[in-house]
């Protein structure tokens, strides 16, 4: 298997477009889903391995750091910075590419790359997943995967701080 350094997968915004034609022009459909991604753990491995196979390219878009800390997770937020979250996104075989959104929401990376299926946690409804209706009224489908139990960045970042009380 080849070695791919994980920086070649973190598409720039000027990058999108072109890398997703590209993609569409072989014939390929594409999975997209989003997140923070602050403390990797197993619910993560999980969620992007099932993701990943649901079709032949999984794009991630990552939070960036504004963009977490205006989600109001935690006064902490973002644990790790946008350049290491998306560095590790990126190091996993079955991700193939990265994209880092400033926005409070994916909307607008979601219509320019118009997924063939859009994923998000099994927290979600049809009703609150952001371009669900994009992604549908241009034929394409939306899942939702189940989580992992006993698994979340919030808890693990509760037990950090209890551990140093």
Same mark, same amino acid.
């Given at each position: 298997?080849?070695?791919?350094?994980?920086?070649?997968?973190?598409?720039?915004?000027?990058?999108?477009?072109?890398?997703? =034609? %590209?993609?569409?022009?072989?014939?390929?459909?594409?999975? *997209?889903?989003?997140?923070?991604?602050? +403390? !990797?753990?197993?619910?993560?491995?999980?969620?992007?391995?099932?993701?990943?196979?649901?079709?032949?390219?999984?794009?991630?878009?990552?939070?960036?750091?504004?963009?977490?800390?205006?989600?109001?997770?935690?006064?902490?937020?973002?644990?790790? =910075? %946008?350049?290491?979250?998306?560095?590790?996104?990126?190091? *996993?075989?079955?991700?193939?590419?990265? +994209? !880092?959104?400033?926005?409070?929401?994916?909307?607008?990376?979601?219509?320019?790359?118009?997924?063939?299926?859009?994923?998000?946690?099994?927290?979600?409804?049809?009703?609150?997943?952001?371009?669900?209706?994009?992604?549908?009224?241009?034929?394409?489908?939306?899942?939702?995967?189940?989580?992992?139990?006993?698994?979340?960045?919030?808890?693990?970042?509760?037990? !950090?701080?209890?551990?140093?009380?």
């Amino acid at each position: 298997m080849k070695n791919q350094n994980p920086a070649s997968k973190i598409w720039s915004n000027d990058q999108i477009v072109s890398k997703v =034609n %590209e993609i569409k022009s072989q014939g390929k459909s594409i999975v *997209f889903t989003n997140g923070c991604f602050d +403390i !990797i753990h197993a619910g993560h491995v999980k969620y992007l391995a099932e993701t990943a196979e649901l079709a032949d390219f999984l794009i991630v878009a990552v939070n960036s750091d504004e963009s977490v800390k205006r989600m109001e997770k935690s006064p902490a937020r973002p644990l790790q =910075n %946008e350049f290491s979250r998306s560095h590790v996104m990126a190091s *996993f075989a079955f991700v193939d590419a990265v +994209i !880092i959104f400033n926005e409070d929401t994916p909307k607008e990376v979601i219509e320019i790359i118009t997924p063939n299926i859009l994923v998000k946690g099994g927290d979600y409804t049809l009703e609150n997943i952001v371009g669900a209706h994009w992604v549908i009224q241009n034929g394409g489908q939306v899942k939702t995967i189940d989580f992992l139990p006993g698994y979340s960045t919030s808890a693990i970042e509760q037990k !950090i701080l209890l551990s140093h009380k």
